[in-house]
């Protein structure tokens, strides 16, 4: 009872209706083991079904990568263009929030240009793209955010903040550059010129007090995005937490890059600085990699992608569309519903991918939540 109580309580909030991104069409030739797909989509709930390794993450991808430029599995396209075939080719059709349609479109050669559209118009930066399909997805990948070094959730706020601030990017680009340029220096046998430090600290100082403003707010509105969705997955007896940690919050970071050189000489890299900044991540007061089940982890996970997707829609505008990648496992059945629930609620999630291995399941879970959805059988490659 109290369950269902919390996501009544969530469904009926007076917050402003916020509008809908949705894919309509999906294009994708030769896209990892992909031969060729062509798929309309519902507007509200999609399910790809099938064995493991017949191709349904790969559907997924091909809509991340619509959104990222490039794919959330392969670091290279080389990696990407599926066995035999000389390049991929992604397209798909989008209806924007004002009731507009879009095309968006991209080909890829391992070993020749990169080429991604707007609208048959050719992007000359990839960085101009991110954030106008707003996307959150949920993979088995995932599980890094917890178990990862610090790297992996301090990738995690750049991905949600560089979605709405077209600046960050740059302002993080600057920054590592100059990391870069001041640990070549820590790393010289002679003593370097006090000026050439100053002049990277300098830069790192000012990009680096920015970038920590804009992490601070993202962690200052994502936390109780984050609480009430765990509220919602997860068990009354378990208290989790999320905090921002990182060293501007200890003072001016020019005087501590300043004072620390001695020290980052002899380490030969930059030991202070929002690089090494951290997102806490707690179950019952205690780190959750140590302490969290595998059931624990996953719901952890899945309320910081549903706060995260909250937040994406309120700071675009528009609600993100959602990849939902093998959530089902790991999670005992009371917890699925939940998630099932909440992402069918119209008010507040928008269009839903989903991956499952049983059709029977995935079929009694869809048509328990009311809404219109389509499913899609994957085998070898080919979509039925």
Aim: overall charge negative.
């Amino acid at each position: 009872m109290r369950i269902q109580n919390n996501i009544d309580y969530f469904c009926v909030q007076s917050t402003p209706i916020i509008p809908l991104m949705l894919l309509e069409h999906l294009f994708v030739q030769d896209y990892r083991n992909i031969l060729q797909a062509d798929l309309d989509f519902s507007p509200k709930l999609n399910c790809f079904v099938g064995k493991n390794g017949m191709g349904k993450t790969n559907l997924l991808d091909a809509v991340y990568c619509l959104s990222f430029c490039h794919s959330s599995i392969s670091q290279t396209d080389q990696l990407t263009v599926r066995h035999g075939a000389e390049c991929y080719q992604l397209q798909g059709s989008y209806r924007l929030p004002t009731g507009d349609r879009t095309v968006i479109g991209c080909v890829s050669r391992p070993k020749g240009h990169k080429q991604f559209k707007r609208d048959g118009k050719e992007y000359q930066r990839f960085s101009d793209h991110i954030g106008y399909i707003p996307l959150v997805m949920v993979s088995p990948q995932d599980t890094e955010l917890i178990s990862g070094g610090s790297e992996e959730r301090r990738r995690f706020m750049d991905i949600i903040i560089s979605q709405y601030d077209q600046e960050y990017l740059k302002l993080l680009i600057s920054y590592n550059k100059a990391v870069q340029q001041r640990n070549a220096l820590l790393k010289l046998e002679v003593e370097p010129d006090r000026e050439l430090f100053l002049m990277w600290e300098q830069i790192m100082a000012d990009t680096g007090q920015k970038i920590y403003e804009r992490r601070k707010t993202l962690a200052d509105r994502l936390v109780p995005y984050f609480q009430e969705m765990y509220s919602i997955i997860g068990d009354a007896s378990e208290k989790v937490s999320l905090s921002y940690a990182s060293h501007a919050q200890r003072g001016d970071l020019l005087k501590q890059f300043e004072g620390g050189r001695v020290l980052d000489r002899a380490a030969g890299y930059s030991l202070h600085g929002i690089h090494k900044d951290e997102l806490e991540m707690n179950l019952d007061g205690y780190p959750i990699r140590r302490e969290g089940s595998q059931g624990q982890n996953k719901s952890y996970l899945v309320a910081l992608k549903l706060a995260q997707y909250r937040l994406l829609s309120e700071s675009c505008g528009k609600r993100p569309i959602l990849l939902l990648d093998d959530i089902f496992d790991r999670l005992d059945s009371v917890r699925v519903g939940r998630i099932i629930s909440l992402v069918s609620d119209n008010g507040k999630f928008g269009q839903v991918f989903i991956t499952d291995v049983d059709r029977n399941h995935i079929d009694g879970i869809l048509e328990g939540t009311g809404q219109d959805y389509k499913v899609f059988t994957v085998q070898d490659g080919d979509v039925l």
